[in-house]
């Protein structure tokens, strides 16, 4: 499309008939002069926002509210005289004629001869904003038929006498039906693209009306934007489609559509529409064995396309070392700075932020937990809370999530039920809000014991996504978690069996890979499910020097459930390895309050009630008998809360976060 399009129509509304009142009060013998300059600011601004058209009109009570707003107290003698006339203004507009009368007087409020710029009596320049508007809603008079200002007249004094929408509908351009013109132009004779389909789409979109979306939106780009055959636009139409489909995760549909997309973008020779589409398309799943499409810089490349290849390089599954990574991640950095300057765009901020948001997650996977929280505090301090920023969301659910892995289950739900978490979300947005509050709910329900509750209340409740019954429970499920986290799953369910000499092969193969790909995280917990099976297979001493040398990365407490467990099997080594002596013991107690406090923080009730029977058995061989006493009747008062939470069916916490959960999904599916 070599020209432009022909500028929009203009037809005359109620609205427009309010303002040119004001405008012809104000103006037409200079009143605005006598009013205090703060009401004469306050009545340009608003005049201003309304003749600009750039949101939708005000009511004609709420503009009229909102110019008083500003009137001076006490009261202005002619500020009372102008908000009384413009308050009754439309009473005079009583028939046709008084409408006609009243439009054919427009003209005497711009200037057509240059020379009287220079008279004491200015009032509108004929290329000012509001002069512009004036001869625009002039012209559009001058074409209206009498059965046309008939209608505009009816449909005015409804408008402001009860506020209705009278006098906005679509008006079709038909030469058998459009009597409401009697001078027709060539714009006039063709109904032009606009907006309303676009809107439409926007909110189906919204709250997840599949069909009216995409009727919507290929409706829109269907419509009469330029003389030619075609619209040219009709790979848009399918490239949001696809963009629709691919956030609600229907990768097949996706597919089908992105393939027809660029065949229409190859023929209409849309060369950034066609880099789009090629580039979803690499964000698309791989079939089964098939590793990812990684891209290369391209002129036309979005960095965020270089930026998503740092997910796939995250993926396990790829064998690929967290080094390339971090590599990938420089390049996507690198490559929008050159963004930046080859298309001189505009920094966004949710662009620059995104690429702290991943980097948290790759320094996280790294096992670097401090460096993960900075870059998730960088997003969180400079992104806009409430707002539907996607990047904000995913920072904050995977900062709750961790929170909640620390047992600080109170303030991650907290952090996620905040009105500004949630009041910007989308449908899909809202899905993966959901699916988290389900993920920490169901994670604490587990630590503590508590499988009726998650079996009979949460599992029925689960919402749609990404997720497995493995991280919770040891049942069969045919379902795979990623290859270390499917190593890792195995050994702790054959130890649950006691059936921990199979494992060998499951744990070697997570100590590897872990190692190879610098999941640091990981292989710190397959090296302390190491230390348990050398100690349960005679190998004390070698156990206690592998928990030994991994002791600190994990006592400053970045991982509770992790440093719980190395302490705890290291207070069982030192007993085994070094014997019984006073020492000994004084040391294996240090560790045992490190565990004990942990596993009380984190509510796993289960491993704290073995934690404080092995202390009970230190305190005996140490002579210690009110210690002693002191632990076991912790230990009582552990299993009888463990055993009445086993038995729970119903929890009224939960039962009032998942029904907020519920509120806020039904109230952001009704706007």
């Known amino acids: 499309m070599e020209d432009a399009p022909p500028p929009t129509e203009h037809i005359l509304r109620p609205h427009h008939l ?26 340009l601004r608003t005049l201003l926002n309304e003749v600009s058209e750039v949101t939708e009109p005000l009511t004609f ?3 009229m509210k909102t110019i008083a707003s500003a009137a001076p107290s006490p009261p202005h003698r002619d500020v009372a005289q102008f908000m009384a006339a413009i308050n009754v203004v439309h009473t005079d507009i009583y028939s046709t004629e008084k409408l006609g009368n009243f439009l054919t007087n427009l003209p005497q409020l711009f200037v057509d001869n240059p020379r009287a710029l220079l008279e004491e009596k200015t009032r509108l320049a004929r290329r000012s904003i509001f002069g512009y508007f004036c001869r625009r809603c002039f012209v559009s008079y001058v074409k209206l038929s009498y059965e046309g200002l008939s209608k505009l007249r009816e449909d005015y004094q409804y408008w402001c006498s009860e506020g209705r929408k009278a006098g906005y509908e679509t008006i079709p351009k038909d030469n058998l039906t459009t009597s409401y013109l009697i ?3 060539q714009v006039d004779k063709k109904t032009w693209a606009k907006p309303d389909t676009y809107a439409a789409w926007e909110k189906a979109r919204a709250v997840g009306d599949e069909s009216v979306a995409v009727e919507s939106i290929r409706s829109f780009f269907e419509q009469h934007f330029h003389d030619q055959s075609d ?49 979803l398309l690499r964000r698309l799943p791989p ?12 002129p036309d490349m979005h960095p965020f396309e270089v930026l998503y290849d740092v997910r796939k390089l995250l993926g396990e599954e790829h064998e690929q070392p967290i080094s390339t990574a971090f590599n990938k991640f420089v390049e996507a950095v690198g490559l929008y700075d050159h963004w930046l300057e080859a298309h001189s765009a505009v920094p966004h901020a949710d662009h620059q932020w995104a690429q702290h948001a991943v980097q948290s ?6 096992g670097c937990e401090r460096l993960a929280q900075a870059s998730e505090e960088v997003v969180l301090s400079f992104t806009e809370p409430g707002s539907d920023n996607s990047t904000r969301l995913v920072v904050v659910l995977n900062k709750a999530h961790q929170m909640a892995r620390q047992g600080r289950y109170h303030e991650s739900l907290c952090l996620l039920l905040e009105p500004a978490t949630w009041q910007g979300l989308t449908m899909n947005d809202h899905g993966s809000w959901a699916h988290e509050i389900w993920n920490i709910l169901a994670m604490r329900a587990i630590r503590r014991g508590q499988e009726r509750l998650y079996k009979e209340y949460l599992i029925p409740r689960k919402p749609a996504g990404e997720s497995s019954s493995k991280h919770y429970t040891f049942e069969p499920a045919i379902d795979r978690l990623s290859p270390i986290r499917e190593s890792l799953y195995q050994v702790l369910r054959l130890k649950n069996c006691d059936q921990l000499s199979n494992s060998v092969d499951a744990l070697l193969n997570a100590l590897w890979l872990s190692e190879f790909l610098g999941r640091y995280h990981a292989y710190r917990s397959a090296m302390i499910l190491l230390a348990d099976f050398g100690l349960q297979y005679g190998m004390p ?3 206690k020097r592998i928990l030994e040398d ?11 459930e992790q440093r719980a467990a190395a302490c705890f099997t290291l207070a069982r080594c030192l007993l085994v390895s070094e014997g019984t002596s006073i020492p000994v013991l004084t040391e294996a107690l240090k560790y045992l309050k490190i565990a004990q406090a942990d596993f009380e923080e984190m509510q796993m009730y289960s491993s704290c009630a073995d934690v404080a029977y092995f202390t009970s058995v230190l305190y005996e061989n140490l002579g210690e008998s009110g210690r002693r006493d002191e632990a076991a009747k912790r230990h009582e008062e552990i299993e009888s809360r463990r055993m009445g939470l086993e038995i729970e069916v119903l929890d009224s916490e939960v039962q009032e976060v998942w029904n907020v959960v519920i509120m806020v999904g039904t109230r952001l599916a009704s706007r």
């Open 18 to 43: 309010v303002l040119l009142s004001i405008l012809m009060i104000a103006f037409k013998d200079l009143e605005i002069k006598k009013f205090p300059p703060e009401f004469s600011t306050h009545l």
């Open 231 to 279: 619209s040219g636009f009709r790979q848009h139409a399918l490239l949001n489609v696809v963009h629709m489909h691919y956030l609600n995760k229907e990768y097949v549909a996706a597919g089908k559509l992105l393939h027809e997309a660029i065949g229409v973008a190859r023929t209409a020779n849309d060369r950034p529409t066609l880099q789009h589409c090629l580039s």
């Open 183 to 185: 001078h027709k132009t």
């Open 550 to 560: 991994i002791l600190p990365q994990v006592i400053n407490g970045g991982d509770r």
């Open 287 to 298: 079939p089964p064995g098939v590793k990812p499409f990684l891209n290369e810089a391209q």
């Open 61 to 63: 009570r709420e503009l």
């Open 541 to 543: 001493k070698r156990s």
């Open 361 to 366: 997650v790759i320094w996280r996977e790294a």
